[in-house]
């Protein structure tokens, strides 16, 4: 199994370009199946999840081209024909977002078998929001096996829909049903997170029709069938967020491109309090940090978008790690979040966590250690760390970070990050 190695200490200076965003491009994969048309996706990031999920839409049927354009990586998915309704168990486990075929399917053929995606180490994650509003669109819905069984033999019908609470997964999931579904559909209570606002542009390239984008209303006028489109994926701003908080934690001057700096207001707000300086620019940010000023502690609460993301909560403990003073760390969106809180204090921070709070007493300095990483975004948080210890720090189970980093490595030491990838047999790369 790989891992990644570290020694710190290095300052970060340069230029990183950040990729298409994963939790948009695996909702815009999904979109493909909704048309015989094809669908070219541009600005692709090339990550394990994408290759996980154009895997199984290529069990489904869906011819899938991966190949570099003008605009870097770009991917061809065309589902002329669906040949299979049926997501296994295995295809699922692995990656919650393939459970977002379910309503595609359904709504393109009237039925669909899809495996429920099971536990995931950051919290329960259930998702019966996205099967009541399956059922309000007229499916009907048996849960068997481990595997939800959805049919709509005369066709889905638009409903109105107010969500108990805002979930991203279901607001996605309801809004790629509702396109073809016959009929006026209200998404009350949606998430407004950047990524949604994507799907919705290119659902509406692809000739939905749509009102309310970026807002927590949105309608959705069926239409009968969709066109094909060409789509250029928006920004991560997840890994805008965490480059940012890399090289605040190393010292330095970063300018993060072709990126979208209003997406990460919230994560720059608590940056510029602890003292980073953080400018935009014309297509990103420039974030600077003099390491030989210590930064003072923030607090954050994790809240749903305009809030502060779940997402950047790792990042920006480990950032507050060796701030002055202590931090106080809410995380709202999971009750299983802090599980890099232990992996940190290997490296010498002083965390404490009880239930949905962390305290992080800022102590000097950390000190390398090998680490574990936990989930997708512990593990990056991890890699900021070792950057900033002194000596050597290795990242086991990096598997996690390939799920939603695109060539982290590369970008980091072109900054100048002493990383290298340790392959399982022991070699560096
Ligand atoms: C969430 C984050 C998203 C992040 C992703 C991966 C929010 C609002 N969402 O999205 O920003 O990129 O994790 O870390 O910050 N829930 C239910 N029933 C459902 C669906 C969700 O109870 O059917 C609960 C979840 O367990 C969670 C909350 O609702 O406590 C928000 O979930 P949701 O936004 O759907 O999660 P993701 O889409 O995974």
Same mark, same amino acid.
């Given at each position: 199994?790989?891992?990644?190695?570290?020694?710190?200490?290095?300052?970060?200076?340069?230029?990183?370009? *950040?990729?298409?965003?994963?939790?948009?491009?695996?909702?815009?994969?999904?979109?493909?199946?909704?048309?015989?048309?094809?669908?070219?996706? #541009?600005?692709?990031?090339?990550?394990?999840? !994408?290759?996980?999920?154009?895997?199984?839409?290529?069990?489904?049927?869906?011819?899938?081209?991966?190949?570099?354009?003008?605009?870097?990586?770009?991917? @061809?998915?065309?589902?002329?024909?669906?040949?299979?309704?049926?997501?296994?168990?295995?295809?699922?486990?692995?990656?919650?977002?393939?459970?977002?075929?379910?309503?595609?399917?359904?709504?393109? &053929?009237?039925?669909?078998?899809?495996?429920?995606?099971?536990?995931?180490?950051?919290?329960?994650?259930?998702?019966?929001?996205?099967?009541?509003?399956?059922?309000?669109?007229?499916?009907?819905?048996? @849960?068997?096996?481990?595997?939800?069984?959805?049919?709509?033999? !005369?066709?889905?019908?638009?409903?109105?829909?107010?969500?108990?609470? %805002?979930?991203?997964?279901?607001?996605?999931?309801?809004?790629?049903?509702?396109?073809?579904?016959?009929?006026?559909?209200?998404?009350?209570?949606?998430?407004?997170?950047?990524? *949604?606002?994507?799907?919705?542009?290119?659902? #509406?390239?692809?000739?939905?029709?749509?009102?309310?984008?970026?807002?927590?209303?949105? #309608?959705?006028?069926?239409? &009968?069938?969709?066109?094909?489109? +060409?789509?250029? %994926? *928006?920004?991560?701003?997840?890994?805008?967020?965490?480059?940012?908080?890399?090289?605040?934690? =190393?010292?330095?001057?970063?300018?993060?491109?072709?990126?979208?700096?209003?997406?990460?207001?919230?994560?720059?707000?608590?940056?510029? =309090?602890? $003292?980073?300086?953080?400018?935009?620019?014309? +297509?990103?940010?420039?974030?600077?940090?003099?390491?030989?000023?210590?930064?003072?502690? %923030?607090?954050?609460?994790?809240?749903?978008?305009?809030?502060?993301?779940?997402?950047?909560?790792?990042?920006?403990?480990?950032?507050?790690? !060796?701030?002055?003073?202590?931090?106080?760390?809410?995380?709202?969106?999971?009750?299983?979040?802090?599980?890099?809180?232990?992996?940190?204090?290997?490296?010498?921070?002083?965390?404490?966590?009880?239930?949905?709070?962390?305290?992080?007493?800022?102590?000097?300095?950390?000190?390398?250690?090998?680490?574990?990483? #936990?989930?997708?975004?512990?593990?990056?948080?991890?890699?900021?760390?070792?950057?900033?210890?002194?000596?050597?720090?290795?990242?086991?189970?990096?598997?996690?970070?390939?799920?939603?980093?695109?060539?982290?490595?590369?970008? @980091?030491?072109?900054?100048?990050?002493?990383?290298?990838? %340790?392959? $399982?047999?022991?070699?560096?790369?």
């Amino acid at each position: 199994m790989d891992s990644i190695a570290i020694t710190g200490g290095a300052r970060l200076n340069g230029v990183i370009p *950040i990729s298409g965003a994963k939790n948009s491009a695996l909702k815009l994969m999904a979109a493909s199946i909704l048309t015989d048309q094809p669908l070219l996706l #541009t600005n692709m990031p090339r990550l394990a999840d !994408t290759k996980f999920l154009g895997r199984l839409l290529g069990e489904l049927g869906v011819s899938v081209e991966e190949r570099d354009g003008a605009d870097g990586t770009e991917t @061809l998915f065309h589902a002329r024909e669906i040949t299979s309704t049926f997501a296994p168990y295995d295809l699922v486990r692995q990656m919650r977002a393939s459970f977002n075929v379910l309503g595609p399917l359904l709504a393109r &053929t009237g039925h669909a078998k899809v495996s429920l995606p099971g536990g995931c180490t950051i919290g329960a994650r259930p998702v019966d929001l996205h099967i009541q509003a399956l059922t309000a669109f007229g499916a009907a819905i048996e @849960l068997a096996e481990g595997y939800v069984s959805a049919t709509a033999p !005369t066709g889905l019908r638009g409903a109105e829909i107010e969500f108990p609470f %805002v979930s991203v997964g279901a607001t996605e999931h309801a809004l790629l049903t509702a396109v073809l579904a016959q009929g006026t559909t209200v998404l009350r209570r949606a998430a407004m997170e950047p990524e *949604i606002g994507d799907l919705a542009r290119c659902l #509406t390239a692809m000739g939905a029709k749509i009102d309310g984008v970026d807002t927590d209303v949105l #309608t959705i006028e069926g239409v &009968t069938s969709l066109n094909g489109a +060409d789509w250029s %994926v *928006i920004p991560d701003r997840i890994e805008m967020g965490s480059y940012a908080v890399a090289a605040a934690m =190393a010292g330095g001057e970063v300018r993060l491109s072709r990126a979208r700096p209003e997406l990460m207001t919230a994560l720059s707000e608590k940056m510029v =309090a602890a $003292g980073v300086e953080v400018e935009p620019t014309a +297509d990103g940010v420039i974030v600077r940090r003099d390491p030989a000023v210590r930064l003072k502690a %923030v607090d954050v609460t994790t809240e749903v978008y305009p809030g502060f993301a779940t997402d950047l909560q790792a990042q920006f403990m480990t950032l507050m790690t !060796t701030a002055e003073g202590d931090s106080v760390i809410h995380e709202n969106i999971f009750e299983n979040r802090f599980m890099h809180a232990p992996e940190l204090a290997r490296l010498g921070a002083d965390i404490s966590v009880h239930a949905g709070e962390a305290v992080v007493r800022g102590v000097p300095s950390l000190r390398g250690a090998p680490v574990m990483a #936990t989930d997708l975004r512990a593990s990056v948080s991890l890699v900021i760390a070792g950057m900033a210890a002194e000596g050597e720090t290795t990242v086991g189970r990096v598997y996690h970070l390939d799920r939603g980093f695109e060539r982290l490595e590369e970008k @980091l030491s072109a900054c100048g990050a002493d990383i290298r990838r %340790v392959k $399982g047999d022991g070699h560096e790369h």
